[in-house]
T-cell receptor, first 117, second 114 residues
Framework: AQKITQTQPGMFVQEKEAVTLDCTYDTSDQSYGLFWYKQPSSGEMIFLIYQGSYDEQNATEGRYSLNFQKARKSANLVISASQLGDSAMYFC??????????????FGKGITLSVRP | KAGVTQTPRYLIKTRGQQVTLSCSPISGHRSVSWYQQTPGQGLQFLFE???????NKGNFPGRFSGRQFSNSRSEMNVSTLELGDSALYLCASSFGLAGANTQYFGPGTRLTVL
């Protein structure tokens, strides 16, 4: 079974508007971390935001916020005031409770976001 | 602080050859992880090194190996290259073990096997 599910097809958003990128996850652990990374066409994975499973408040980093709904196992990324430079592939990733076997990130398939001028 | 650097950025090899990729982590970071990214399989974890020891390994054949040096720089080697090894290889570093720290990625090495 997929650990991280990103099922949206390519997303389009008008410049300056907000957009939500969906991510659902599957884990039986109580302690885990959720990440969002951005990958422009250049290839580099850029860390955007982190949410710990015990964090009571949704994480925010500038124009990025994470809508964390633990009971629904969803961790959607919200980008406010989209910019042309936001056009990229976005990956949701999970790190489960640390053990020697699980100390790695599991990535979703990614979502392509295109920002229209 | 300089980010994660990877060399070379692009590489073209033929089947049967071997290749070595290099990764220099962010200064002060002691963990280096390697990932393979392909259109079909997405991002897959290869292995993690911390303090010159392999701490975790993904589900890849033994042709994929790595090592880490005392300055935390890491190399990844792929022997007997196959066409399916064509991919973007990403290196990520973290201050401590990846299981408890945020990973920061380099720009990747794009390997093409002909």
């Amino acid at each position: 079974a997929q650990k991280i599910t990103q099922t949206q097809p390519g997303m389009f958003v008008q410049e300056k508007e907000a957009v939500t990128l969906d991510c659902t996850y599957d884990t039986s652990d109580q302690s885990y971390g959720l990440f969002w990374y951005k990958q422009p066409s250049s290839g580099e994975m850029i860390f955007l935001i982190y949410q710990g499973s015990y964090d009571e408040q949704n994480a925010t980093e500038g124009r990025y916020s994470l809508n964390f709904q633990k009971a629904r196992k969803s961790a959607n990324l919200v980008i406010s005031a989209s910019q042309l430079g936001d056009s990229a592939m976005y990956f949701c990733a999970m790190r489960e409770r640390y053990t020697g076997a699980n100390s790695k990130l599991t990535f979703g398939k990614g979502i392509t976001l295109s920002v229209r001028p | 602080k300089a980010g994660v650097t990877q060399t070379p950025r692009y590489l073209i090899k033929t089947r049967g050859q071997q290749v070595t990729l290099s990764c220099s982590p962010i200064s002060g970071h002691r963990s280096v992880s390697w990932y393979q990214q392909t259109p079909g399989q997405g991002l897959q974890f290869l292995f993690e090194y911390f303090s010159e020891t392999q701490r975790n390994k993904g589900n890849f054949p033994g042709r994929f190996s790595g090592r880490q040096f005392s300055n935390s720089r890491s190399e990844m080697n792929v022997s007997t290259l196959e066409l399916g090894d064509s991919a973007l290889y990403l290196c990520a570093s973290s201050f401590g073990l990846a299981g408890a720290n945020t990973q920061y990625f380099g720009p990747g090495t794009r390997l093409t096997v002909l």
